[in-house]
């Protein structure tokens, strides 16, 4: 499978240069070591401020702190001086994984494996004769603080916004679990795949990471 070849080189190279979010590694190992999927861009859900020149400007969009992990109050003050030009929101996002699969029938399990293990938000879509599943939850905030380097919110309500997307993230990050739990289960049911074996050896994926 061509296709998982390249996806694997990346993932292993983004591997060795830190780019890959930590906390999901062990996962992202897992789902790639199951005969017929592999993941695309996946992320293990971040909270941040951003900085967007104009509405629906994602391209242009800046990010003045973002972590994968709760920010406190004092991050996030220190993180808002950094603004200069546009909307500032606060954003909570929850982890997301895209996952290919090589057929209609894997694509439905994928489906269905996403939405029992709590991820309300899972959507399987055809791209370029592609099953493309995109595992996704809902625990989504966006509140905006400010515009132009000026914020225009008080002290009070920052920190009941951050408390509010730290403990969003928190919640959809305790859902991994479960996801792994039935990705397990799932390579139990499909078997493993030798190509990802012969990939992460080239790659020495091993020695710094444990391999399912």
Known sequence: MKAK?????S?????????????????????????GIYTTS???GRIGIIEEP?????PLSRWLIKEHKPITFEEAKESIQKAENGLIFLKSQPPIFHVVAEDIGRARKLHELGLASGFKYTTFKVISKRYLVEINATEYLTAP???DGNVLVSDE???FALEVGND???RSKGRLPRLKENFRKLREELGEDGLFYELAEKFRIGENWRLP
């Open 157 to 159: 309500y920052l920190r």
């Open 11 to 35: 993932l292993f190279t983004a591997m060795r240069e830190g780019k890959v979010d930590g906390d999901i590694i062990d996962l992202l190992l897992l789902i790639n070591s199951i005969k």
């Open 5 to 9: 070849r390249e996806a694997l080189t």
């Open 145 to 147: 603080l400010g515009r």
């Open 54 to 58: 104009a509405l629906g400007a994602k």
């Open 42 to 44: 996946s992320c293990s």
């Open 168 to 170: 969003m993230l928190r």
